[in-house]
């Protein structure tokens, strides 16, 4: 994998600038009510720094929430499998007990017993894909409403919370958003032929898994742009089709309604500038009403068979079935 920034500091750097005195916080956190708390500590960090004059507050405030919520769902995950080993690991039967009816009751109690834990695991396994499924169901509508899911962006990609992406035939653009002020010594991306990860070191990362193809690793880079935006540059090993995806497992685009732009086709190999503009007049006869490349061949078809055979009714073939 080919580095791109191995940023080195400069030596004669100004020295910096006296650092603002810290401000004293004070407040009470009500389980029962948790946003109002971070209503009162937004409020005191808009009052007492210029963090809410920043264009990308948004997008920052997101990542270290999402940052915090995949480090809390894995130390419960982290918890439940401890729970359910130490379940497993227990002794299935206890000293035997005296015989007779009372040894009866007892193996009674211990059957009983591990017929609640049985269930209690089924329980929690169904439980959890239901929340799965009713995440999905909730997401989806949200997503297709907002054009997130089927149709591309401009770039031919998608936006997703942590990172953003977009691609032409030959390359795949990746943004992953960081912390403003994140030094490129802090960053891990690994890039290979059919995976990637990015993120920050000690911390999970934001990016992990499978590509949607294969990607030429020496030909990937990886930048840190502005301290707040790591941009990764990822060269197909095929460079004649369209992906639907970066990250297996994410949200698919419809790459039928992706349009080229015309300007980039004397870039294209003879076949697949073919393909792109065969691609463009689909979309253009589409969005006119009119047939497709496909729809025109049929029809040309059907006219050379009604010309060479005028004894038969087409449309009155087509009534009868």
């Not at 009162?40 to 997101?62: P, Q, W």
């Not at 439980?127 to 509508?141: G, H, L, Q, R, S």
């Not at 941009?231 to 970066?246: C, E, F, H």
């Amino acid at each position: 994998m080919a580095v791109l920034s191995e940023y080195v500091e400069e030596q004669d750097q100004p020295p910096p600038p006296p650092l603002a005195a810290a401000k004293p916080f004070s407040a009470a956190l009500d389980p029962s009510e948790p946003l109002g708390f971070l209503e009162t500590v937004f409020e005191f960090v808009a009052r007492e720094s210029d963090l809410f004059k920043s264009d990308s507050l948004v997008r920052d405030v997101n990542a270290v929430v999402k940052m915090i919520k995949n480090k809390s769902e894995a130390e419960e995950r982290k918890i439940k499998e401890s729970e359910k080993e130490e379940a497993e690991t227990k002794p299935e039967e206890e000293a035997k007990g005296p015989r007779g009816p009372e040894n009866m009751r007892e193996n009674g109690k211990k059957s009983e017993k591990n017929d609640v834990l049985r269930k209690r695991e089924e329980a929690a396994k169904v439980e959890e894909e239901v929340m799965v499924d009713n995440k999905e169901a909730e997401t989806k509508p949200e997503e297709e409403a907002n054009g997130l899911r089927g149709a591309p962006n401009k770039l031919h990609g998608l936006d997703m919370d942590t990172y953003s992406w977009g691609q032409s035939l030959q390359e795949v653009n990746v943004h992953v958003h960081v912390p403003p002020g994140t030094k490129s010594r802090l960053i891990v991306c690994e890039i290979k032929k059919n995976h990637l990860k990015v993120g920050l070191k000690d911390q999970p990362p934001v990016i992990d898994g499978e590509l949607f193809d294969s990607v030429k690793a020496d030909d990937c880079f990886w930048s840190l742009d502005d301290q707040k935006t790591v941009s990764i540059l990822l060269t197909k090993q095929d460079g004649r089709k369209w992906w639907k995806y970066v990250m297996k497992g994410e949200p698919e685009i419809d790459t039928k309604k992706i349009v080229p732009e015309c300007s980039k086709l004397s870039d294209l190999d003879p076949g697949a500038r073919s393909t792109v503009e065969k691609l463009m007049f689909d979309q253009r006869q589409k969005q006119m009403g009119l047939p497709t490349t496909v729809e025109m061949q049929r029809q040309e078809v059907l006219k050379k068979f009604m010309v060479e055979h005028p004894e038969i009714n087409i449309n009155k073939a087509k009534t009868n079935n």
